[in-house]
Protein backbone atom coordinates (compact mmCIF):
# COMPACT_ATOMS: atom_id res chain seq x y z
CA UNK A 1 0.00 0.00 0.00
CA UNK A 2 1.31 3.50 -1.18
CA UNK A 3 1.45 6.53 1.33
CA UNK A 4 -1.70 7.57 0.22
CA UNK A 5 -3.86 4.62 0.30
CA UNK A 6 -2.49 4.28 3.60
CA UNK A 7 -2.97 7.83 5.14
CA UNK A 8 -6.41 7.77 3.70
CA UNK A 9 -7.64 4.38 4.84
CA UNK A 10 -6.12 5.65 8.61
CA UNK A 11 -8.23 9.19 8.41
CA UNK A 12 -10.89 6.75 7.21
CA UNK A 13 -10.81 4.80 10.53
CA UNK A 14 -10.40 7.62 12.34
CA UNK A 15 -13.33 9.14 11.07
CA UNK A 16 -15.60 5.78 11.89
CA UNK A 17 -14.15 5.32 15.31
CA UNK A 18 -15.00 9.43 16.09
CA UNK A 19 -18.46 9.17 14.68
CA UNK A 20 -18.98 5.68 16.76
CA UNK A 21 -18.22 8.03 20.35
CA UNK A 22 -20.18 10.68 19.14
CA UNK A 23 -23.36 8.50 18.49
CA UNK A 24 -23.53 8.17 22.93
CA UNK A 25 -23.11 12.35 23.13
CA UNK A 26 -26.28 13.73 24.33
CA UNK A 27 -27.12 17.68 25.01
CA UNK A 28 -25.38 17.94 28.76
CA UNK A 29 -22.02 16.74 27.66
CA UNK A 30 -21.75 18.72 24.88
CA UNK A 31 -21.16 22.23 27.68
CA UNK A 32 -18.78 20.16 29.69
CA UNK A 33 -15.05 21.12 29.60
CA UNK A 34 -12.67 18.59 27.08
CA UNK A 35 -9.05 18.17 27.38
CA UNK A 36 -8.42 21.30 25.87
CA UNK A 37 -7.94 24.66 27.42
CA UNK A 38 -11.30 26.83 27.18
CA UNK A 39 -12.86 24.74 25.05
CA UNK A 40 -15.98 22.09 25.69
CA UNK A 41 -16.70 19.16 23.91
CA UNK A 42 -18.94 20.81 21.42
CA UNK A 43 -16.21 23.04 20.61
CA UNK A 44 -13.76 19.96 19.81
CA UNK A 45 -16.66 17.92 17.70
CA UNK A 46 -17.04 21.35 15.72
CA UNK A 47 -13.94 22.00 15.10
CA UNK A 48 -13.47 18.47 14.20
CA UNK A 49 -16.48 18.97 11.01
CA UNK A 50 -15.05 22.70 10.15
CA UNK A 51 -11.24 21.63 9.45
CA UNK A 52 -13.20 18.73 6.96
CA UNK A 53 -14.89 21.55 5.24
CA UNK A 54 -11.97 23.40 4.90
CA UNK A 55 -10.28 20.04 3.47
CA UNK A 56 -12.90 19.72 1.28
CA UNK A 57 -12.48 23.39 -0.08
CA UNK A 58 -8.83 23.16 -0.52
CA UNK A 59 -9.08 19.51 -2.22
CA UNK A 60 -11.91 21.11 -4.91
CA UNK A 61 -9.44 23.60 -5.47
CA UNK A 62 -6.74 21.43 -6.45
CA UNK A 63 -8.77 19.81 -8.38
CA UNK A 64 -9.25 22.84 -10.71
CA UNK A 65 -5.40 23.64 -10.73
CA UNK A 66 -6.31 26.29 -7.57
CA UNK A 67 -4.81 26.73 -4.65
CA UNK A 68 -7.05 27.71 -1.89
CA UNK A 69 -6.95 28.74 1.74
CA UNK A 70 -8.39 26.31 4.29
CA UNK A 71 -10.09 28.81 6.11
CA UNK A 72 -11.08 32.41 3.72
CA UNK A 73 -11.41 34.46 6.60
CA UNK A 74 -8.55 33.19 8.59
CA UNK A 75 -7.64 32.46 11.85
CA UNK A 76 -10.72 34.90 12.69
CA UNK A 77 -13.26 32.53 10.47
CA UNK A 78 -11.94 29.26 11.96
CA UNK A 79 -12.41 31.03 15.64
CA UNK A 80 -15.81 32.26 14.96
CA UNK A 81 -17.13 29.21 13.08
CA UNK A 82 -16.33 26.95 15.73
CA UNK A 83 -17.61 29.15 18.55
CA UNK A 84 -20.72 29.73 16.87
CA UNK A 85 -21.67 25.60 16.32
CA UNK A 86 -20.41 24.87 19.81
CA UNK A 87 -23.10 25.20 21.34
CA UNK A 88 -25.94 23.33 19.27
CA UNK A 89 -27.36 20.01 19.89
CA UNK A 90 -26.11 16.48 20.15
CA UNK A 91 -28.03 15.66 17.60
CA UNK A 92 -27.05 18.35 14.87
CA UNK A 93 -22.95 18.14 15.75
CA UNK A 94 -22.69 14.50 15.82
CA UNK A 95 -24.94 14.44 12.54
CA UNK A 96 -22.30 17.30 11.32
CA UNK A 97 -19.37 15.34 12.11
CA UNK A 98 -20.94 12.79 10.25
CA UNK A 99 -21.76 14.59 7.04
CA UNK A 100 -18.74 16.32 6.57
CA UNK A 101 -16.01 13.10 7.16
CA UNK A 102 -18.73 11.71 4.32
CA UNK A 103 -17.93 14.80 1.90
CA UNK A 104 -14.88 14.52 2.56
CA UNK A 105 -14.28 10.90 1.47
CA UNK A 106 -16.23 11.49 -1.33
CA UNK A 107 -13.77 14.25 -2.58
CA UNK A 108 -11.25 11.65 -1.94
CA UNK A 109 -12.41 10.02 -3.84
CA UNK A 110 -12.60 11.90 -7.28
CA UNK A 111 -9.28 13.19 -7.12
CA UNK A 112 -7.18 12.95 -10.44
CA UNK A 113 -3.84 11.47 -10.01
CA UNK A 114 -2.61 15.08 -10.52
CA UNK A 115 -4.13 16.95 -8.20
CA UNK A 116 -2.57 15.39 -5.45
CA UNK A 117 0.55 16.87 -5.81
CA UNK A 118 -1.10 20.48 -5.56
CA UNK A 119 -1.36 22.29 -2.51
CA UNK A 120 -3.70 24.45 -0.42
CA UNK A 121 -3.13 26.72 2.37
CA UNK A 122 -3.53 26.22 6.23
CA UNK A 123 -3.22 28.15 9.00
CA UNK A 124 0.45 26.53 9.54
CA UNK A 125 1.25 27.44 5.84
CA UNK A 126 1.34 26.07 2.24
CA UNK A 127 0.70 22.04 1.92
CA UNK A 128 0.44 19.62 -0.55
CA UNK A 129 -2.66 17.75 -1.05
CA UNK A 130 -1.33 14.61 -0.01
CA UNK A 131 0.22 15.45 2.89
CA UNK A 132 -3.01 16.68 3.81
CA UNK A 133 -3.70 13.41 4.56
CA UNK A 134 -1.93 12.43 7.23
CA UNK A 135 -2.76 15.97 8.67
CA UNK A 136 -6.14 15.05 8.91
CA UNK A 137 -5.19 11.94 10.19
CA UNK A 138 -3.58 13.64 13.14
CA UNK A 139 -6.11 16.04 13.59
CA UNK A 140 -9.27 13.13 13.76
CA UNK A 141 -7.22 11.01 15.86
CA UNK A 142 -5.72 13.81 18.68
CA UNK A 143 -9.41 15.72 18.26
CA UNK A 144 -11.09 12.56 18.97
CA UNK A 145 -9.09 11.55 22.54
CA UNK A 146 -9.51 15.62 23.12
CA UNK A 147 -13.13 15.38 23.21
CA UNK A 148 -12.70 13.75 26.54
CA UNK A 149 -15.57 10.96 25.79
CA UNK A 150 -13.59 7.80 27.37
CA UNK A 151 -11.32 7.62 24.04
CA UNK A 152 -7.67 8.48 24.88
CA UNK A 153 -4.35 8.33 23.50
CA UNK A 154 -3.72 4.97 24.67
CA UNK A 155 -6.47 3.92 22.37
CA UNK A 156 -4.60 5.32 18.98
CA UNK A 157 -4.29 3.19 15.84
CA UNK A 158 -0.99 1.79 15.94
CA UNK A 159 -0.13 3.25 12.73
CA UNK A 160 -0.94 6.57 13.55
CA UNK A 161 1.27 6.44 16.20
CA UNK A 162 4.13 4.59 14.13
CA UNK A 163 4.19 7.20 11.65
CA UNK A 164 3.21 10.27 14.23
CA UNK A 165 6.28 9.73 16.08
CA UNK A 166 9.07 9.64 13.22
CA UNK A 167 7.41 12.54 12.00
CA UNK A 168 7.26 14.33 15.95
CA UNK A 169 10.69 13.28 16.72
CA UNK A 170 12.46 14.42 13.40
CA UNK A 171 10.66 17.74 14.76
CA UNK A 172 11.92 17.46 18.15
CA UNK A 173 15.90 16.92 16.39
CA UNK A 174 15.23 19.99 14.52
CA UNK A 175 14.97 22.20 17.16
CA UNK A 176 17.34 21.08 19.32
CA UNK A 177 21.38 22.16 19.00
CA UNK A 178 23.44 19.61 17.17
CA UNK A 179 24.77 16.87 19.43
CA UNK A 180 21.52 17.00 21.55
CA UNK A 181 19.14 15.69 19.44
CA UNK A 182 18.21 12.66 20.73
CA UNK A 183 14.66 11.76 22.72
CA UNK A 184 15.40 12.64 26.54
CA UNK A 185 16.18 8.94 28.29
CA UNK A 186 12.32 9.26 29.99
CA UNK A 187 10.86 9.65 26.75
CA UNK A 188 12.52 6.91 25.30
CA UNK A 189 11.05 4.52 28.43
CA UNK A 190 7.61 5.17 28.09
CA UNK A 191 5.40 3.17 25.34
CA UNK A 192 5.35 4.60 21.93
CA UNK A 193 1.66 6.15 21.94
CA UNK A 194 2.50 8.03 25.80
CA UNK A 195 5.52 9.39 23.77
CA UNK A 196 3.57 10.57 20.69
CA UNK A 197 0.81 11.98 23.52
CA UNK A 198 3.93 14.28 25.41
CA UNK A 199 5.37 15.39 22.20
CA UNK A 200 1.98 16.43 20.98
CA UNK A 201 1.21 18.25 24.62
CA UNK A 202 -1.56 15.57 25.33
CA UNK A 203 0.49 14.11 29.13
CA UNK A 204 3.17 14.45 31.15
CA UNK A 205 5.98 12.25 31.38
CA UNK A 206 7.60 11.64 35.31
CA UNK A 207 11.14 14.54 35.59
CA UNK A 208 10.83 15.79 32.14
CA UNK A 209 9.00 19.70 31.29
CA UNK A 210 6.12 20.01 27.98
CA UNK A 211 7.93 18.79 24.89
CA UNK A 212 6.93 22.29 23.87
CA UNK A 213 7.24 21.56 20.09
CA UNK A 214 3.73 21.48 19.15
CA UNK A 215 2.28 25.32 19.63
Given at each position: ?????????????????V???????????????????????????????R???????????????????????????????????????????????????????????????????????????????V??????????CV??????????????????????????????????????T??????????????????????A??G????????
Amino acid sequence: MNDLDRNMAGAARAHKEVVATLQTLDDPQVGRPSLLPDWSVGHVATHIARNAEGHIRMLHGAIRNEVLPMYPGGTRQRTDDIEAGSTRSAAEITADVTDTAARLEATWSEMPGPAWARHGITIAGEISMVDLLFVRWREVCVHHADLGLGYTWADWDDEYVRLELSRLTMLWASRKPMGLTELPPQALAVPAHERVAWLLGRTAIDGLPEAGIIT
